[in-house]
């Protein structure tokens, strides 16, 4: 059989087995296939780099649940991306926690347009709603992708500006599940105009847990992130707070000091965000970029392939992990061994069930 895409059958659902397996994360992921070149030969490989990490191999997820995933993606409509393919977008390839396989249904060419992200508050102002439905239509109308998080209020409104323009949507849950239910209609015409994308496997309703991965693809995607009203610890301010991690522009619009809905984009500002009050701030801020500083597509790991390592390097390394975080650069110097031994240690650790990652490129044992 084959997916939407046409391609093998056999290879993708071996993708799909490894990526829905437990304790395959997206960095492991990608650093498998670096090591064996294949899913499906990094299925094999599981049980030995498992003992080797000292415990159990993962159960790998069943191939009739990968089969039924393509079969559902091709009812709606929609076919998957894998990050090793050459069309997968370049800028979210770049991330270390890019999403293996994203879902999606639409206009595949908006993922080769420059990208910004608009977020905000579900309960924003209706000025605020406004302003973002303008600047969106105004930046979609200069060739812009502007993508958000379909969710109530400002991301709302910015899909609704930007929709005859081009905009993309990054939903929490899968596929094929409205969420919220009131934008089931701007979800539908959205796969239909612009581009939806789903990471999480159709459905699969969304989970709190499940938001923060969303957030992290709407601004990797994307060369700079606009914030329209946050509140203090928002999500909004967690995908800027993304976005700055990324090398990402950040970006917000002022407002009033006596509404808690402007405090998170004026704290923004006042700690280094570029203020923005029309689609011409947000377009000097963004043209600058050099192309050539994008990663060509079609590479799907940045950094060594995992190597095999000795007992000695081994130990060495286990004796160095703790409960408490610590960033794998810590690693590699302290040990002084090579990035390539490190990373394959950690791989097996993990499979084991015996290392956790962290946001930031930090692991802890467990």
């Known amino acids: 059989m084959a997916d939407a895409a046409g391609r093998d059958g056999a290879t993708a659902i071996a993708r799909l087995r490894l990526i829905r397996?437990?304790?395959?994360?997206?960095?492991?992921?990608?650093?498998?296939?670096?090591?064996?070149g294949d899913a499906a030969s990094a299925i094999a490989a599981l049980p030995d780099l498992a003992a080797r990490g000292g415990g159990r191999a993962p159960v790998v997820a069943d191939r009739a649940i990968a089969e039924r995933e393509l079969a559902t993606a091709i009812k709606f409509g929609a076919r998957h991306l894998f990050v090793d393919d050459h069309d997968y977008p370049a800028l979210l390839a770049e991330l270390d926690d890019a999403p293996p396989v994203l879902t999606l249904r639409g206009d595949m060419a908006l993922l080769g347009r420059t990208a910004v992200?608009?977020?905000?508050?579900?309960?924003?102002?209706?000025?605020?709603?406004?302003?973002?439905?303008?600047?969106?239509?105004?930046?979609?109308?200069?060739?812009?992708?502007?993508?958000?998080?379909?969710?109530?209020?400002?991301?709302?409104?910015?899909?609704?500006?930007?929709?005859?323009?081009?905009?993309i949507a990054v939903i929490a849950g899968g596929i094929d599940i409205a969420y919220p239910p009131e934008n089931a209609a701007l979800q539908e015409r959205i796969a239909r105009e612009g581009l939806l994308i789903a990471e999480q496997p159709p459905g699969t309703e969304p989970r709190a847990r499940h938001f923060p991965y969303r957030n992290r693809i709407i601004s990797g995607l994307s060369v700079g992130t606009v914030v329209v009203e946050a509140a203090p610890k928002s999500g909004s301010l967690i995908t800027a707070r993304l976005a700055?991690?990324?090398?990402?522009?950040?970006?917000?619009?002022?407002?009033?000091?006596l509404d808690p809905r402007a405090q998170g984009c004026n704290g923004l500002i006042r700690d280094g965000a570029i203020l923005v009050q029309s689609a011409a701030d947000v377009l000097e801020t963004i043209r600058p970029i050099d192309a050539r500083m994008v990663r060509a597509p079609g590479a799907s790991f940045t950094g060594p392939p995992p190597q095999d390592a000795s007992d000695t390097e081994r130990r060495d390394l286990l004796s160095l992990l703790g409960p408490v975080p610590v960033a794998i650069d810590e690693l590699i110097r302290q040990s002084g061994f090579a990035p390539a031994v490190v990373q394959m240690v950690l791989l097996e650790l993990e499979l084991a069930g015996r290392l956790e990652r962290h946001a930031g490129g930090r692991v802890s044992g467990v």
Do not use: K, W
């Not at 000025?127 to 930046?139: H, M, N, P, T, V």
């Open 21 to 36: 397996t437990a304790q395959i994360g997206p960095v492991t992921y990608r650093q498998l296939i670096a090591r064996f």
């Open 244 to 257: 700055g991690e990324q090398g990402r522009e950040v970006m917000a619009v002022p407002g009033s000091p």
């Open 117 to 167: 992200a608009m977020v905000g508050a579900r309960n924003a102002s209706a000025a605020a709603c406004r302003f973002a439905r303008q600047l969106a239509y105004q930046l979609a109308d200069e060739g812009v992708a502007v993508v958000s998080g379909l969710a109530r209020g400002i991301d709302t409104a910015v899909h609704v500006g930007a929709l005859e323009g081009g905009t």
